[in-house]
Each structure stands twice: as C-alpha cells, then as structure tokens.
T-cell receptor, first 117, second 118 residues
Framework: GAGVSQSPRYKVTKRGQDVALRCDPISGHVSLYWYRQALGQGPEFLTYFNYEAQQDKSGLPNDRFSAERPEGSISTLTIQRTEQRDSAMYRC???????????????FGQGTRLTVV | AQKITQTQPGMFVQEKEAVTLDCTYDTSDPSYGLFWYKQPSSGEMIFLIYQGSYDQQNATEGRYSLNFQKARKSANLVISASQLGDSAMYFCAMREGQAYNQGGKLIFGQGTELSVKP
C-alpha cells in the first residue's frame, strides 16, 4: 500500500482479554517498529524488526506484550490479559533500509487506539 | 537517563513570524541522527527534517531548518514564516548507531505544542 496501515483503528476490550494489533508496513520496507503513545506524550519505543528478526524488544513493558513478524512483512503486537494501564495509542512505523544506519526516517501509521475497560 | 529533552511544553507564535523549538540530546555514540516530526490534531506523525551527526551543514527543508550545535548537543527546529497550519505538536527524536544491529529505534522527546495566532 501507499502508507503504513494499522488495524483496527480503535479497539475497546475488557480487562483480562487478549488483543492483537496488526501492522502492514510500506511495501519493501525492511525495518518495522512498534511504539506506544500516551496522550500528550512522545512515542515510547516498544520493539523493532529487521525483516523477520526481532532486533530489540527492550521497550516491551512486561511479558504480557509480544510481537512477531513471521514473513518479514506484516507484524502483530499481542497484549495478553490486558489491564487498564495498557490503554494508549499503539503506533507502527516502517523504514526502507535496515537499521544499520542512523540516516533513515521512519514512516508512521495512523495508530490503533486501545481502550481497556 | 532521558536522551531527548524538549523543555517547552507549549509555544505561541504570530502568523508569518519565525519560531524556534528547542531540543537537546544526550549520547556517547559518535554516530547518530536527529529527526523532527510534526503531529497535528489528526494524530498522524509527519517527518519534517533530518540531521546527521557528521553533516557539516545545517539541514533545511523549505520553511524548516535545523540549528545543529554539536558541542552543545542541541538540535533546534526553526520554522520561518509561520502559518496557521503549523499549529501542532512537534517531536524531536534521535537514533543512535551506524553499525549493523545497533541503533534502529528512535527515541522521542516529550514534544512541544505550537500554536500559531492569526
């Protein structure tokens, strides 16, 4: 597609349920990133992939959060046993080259607004 | 340790005036990139401008320029001739590292909310 696509755009879930957030990056982009953004704050890094390999997951808050990108394209961020504090905007981004350079901007999707009630 | 600091939570500027949004960073890596993104009320993240740590010249993109002072570790965004459509949240971000499997992630500041007055 023309840009990074995320689905769903909005998700309301009950506490304790599992949720899966999907990201479809720009075609051909090697690197894919997941961020979480609270209202009025900057995006907070969660994890990123080069192709299908998860390079850094240091930002995942705890083991309820996981991500995969099995074929090096679409990625899924899964949150198990959701809690109210997980409510936030979850953003995906992709960049063209692998992250071996500091010089490549990331293109962001519109995000998924997650609300845990 | 916070790596990107934006000390201005909010700024006001008169239409057609220039405005500077501050950003300081902290890194021990000699290779890094600095980015500015714009986030309007619609929520999208729009890339504005990039500055590499080894770049000799300050980056410019249309009405946007980056005042890069390496010794001070600052990367301020200058918007010339402000327009009403410039009203948005602005984020400074940094990516460290140039070797394979290093860096990658962008670290963002807290943002500055810019309001342009008619």
């Amino acid at each position: 597609g023309a840009g990074v696509s995320q689905s769903p755009r909005y998700k309301v879930t009950k506490r304790g349920q599992d949720v899966a957030l999907r990201c479809d990056p720009i075609s051909g982009h090697v690197s894919l990133y997941w961020y979480r953004q609270a209202l009025g704050q900057g995006p907070e890094f969660l994890t990123y992939f080069n192709y299908e390999a998860q390079q850094d997951k240091s930002g995942l808050p705890n083991d309820r959060f996981s991500a995969e990108r099995p074929e090096g394209s679409i990625s899924t961020l899964t949150i198990q046993r959701t809690e109210q504090r997980d409510s936030a905007m979850y953003r995906c981004a992709s960049s063209l080259t692998d992250s071996g350079t500091a010089h490549t901007e990331a293109f962001f999707g519109q995000g998924t607004r997650l609300t845990v009630v | 340790a916070q790596k990107i600091t934006q000390t201005q939570p909010g700024m006001f500027v008169q239409e057609k005036e220039a405005v500077t949004l501050d950003c300081t960073y902290d890194t021990s890596d000699p290779s890094y990139g600095l980015f500015w993104y714009k986030q309007p009320s619609s929520g999208e993240m729009i890339f504005l401008i990039y500055q590499g740590s080894y770049d000799q010249q300050n980056a410019t993109e249309g009405r946007y320029s980056l005042n890069f002072q390496k010794a001070r570790k600052s990367a301020n965004l200058v918007i010339s001739a402000s327009q009403l459509g410039d009203s948005a949240m602005y984020f400074c971000a940094m990516r460290e590292g140039q070797a394979y499997n290093q860096g990658g992630k962008l670290i963002f500041g807290q943002g500055t909310e810019l309001s342009v007055k008619p």
